[in-house]
């Protein structure tokens, strides 16, 4: 299964709304999550099950969607967001993720 | 506290093959699910394999015939033993833990790198 995020980057400032979605090539079921990289760290759960949040994320964040649409919101950007997201499908073998959407300062 | 931390990676020249190590604290691996997952450079993130509690594993494509993961529950060890290497193999290589609830990858160590050239 192919995973598309979009945009692929995006240049935004702190306070702002930041919506990320990732389109699956073919339907996928609840097994779904979302990634925060930042560079040179190891990647970070946000969020599983398409929209539960993962242990000590902000409520800031959130997921939502179904089938083969998806989105990662963040109500209002802090400068500890600035980083690069990834989405994941672990519902059909080979999992895969997406390629990736880097959140940039304006 | 849990830690997962990968050693085992260096400089190979293609058609070569390493091993690589997950060394795991704080949880037992054979009770989670435990992954590999790489980045080549200046890349995004790719899953390689997966094993679960009860040993059944799975690959992605590029690596099926060649990667083999395990893991050795006296030492809390998972492996990922790599033949066959080519250039594209060049990246950092994470394991990383699922612990079967969450169906996502909590912990995640911090990679070991993995260079193939001549």
């Known amino acids: 299964i192919q995973l598309t995020q979009s945009p692929s980057s995006l240049s935004t400032s702190v306070g702002d709304r930041v919506t990320i979605t990732c389109r699956a090539s073919?339907?996928?079921?609840?097994?779904f999550a979302w990634y925060q990289q930042k560079p040179g760290k190891a990647p970070k759960l946000l969020i599983y099950?398409?929209?539960t949040l993962a242990s000590g994320v902000p409520s800031r964040f959130s997921g939502s969607g179904s089938g083969t649409d998806f989105t990662l919101t963040i109500s209002s950007l802090q400068p500890e967001d600035f980083a690069t997201y990834y989405c994941q499908q672990l519902n059909i073998y080979p999992w895969t993720f997406g390629q990736g959407t880097r959140v940039e300062i304006k | 506290e849990i830690q997962l931390v990968e050693s085992g990676g260096g400089l190979i020249q293609p058609g070569g093959s390493l091993r690589l190590s997950c060394a795991a604290s704080?949880?037992?691996?054979?009770?989670?699910?435990m992954n590999w997952v790489r980045q080549a450079p200046g890349k995004g993130l790719e899953w390689i394999s997966v094993?679960?509690?009860?040993?059944?594993?799975y690959y992605t494509d590029s690596v099926k015939g060649r990667f083999t993961i395990s893991r050795d529950d006296s030492t809390n060890t998972l492996y990922l033993q790599m033949n066959s290497l080519r250039a594209e193999d060049t990246a950092v290589y994470h394991c990383a833990r699922d612990p079967g609830v969450t169906n996502g990858m909590v912990d995640w160590g911090q990679g070991t790198t993995v260079t193939v050239s001549s």
């Open positions: 704080g949880f037992t691996v054979s009770s989670d699910y």
């Open positions: 099950g398409v929209s």
């Open positions: 073919q339907g996928i079921d609840s097994s």
């Open positions: 094993i679960y509690s009860g040993g059944t594993s």
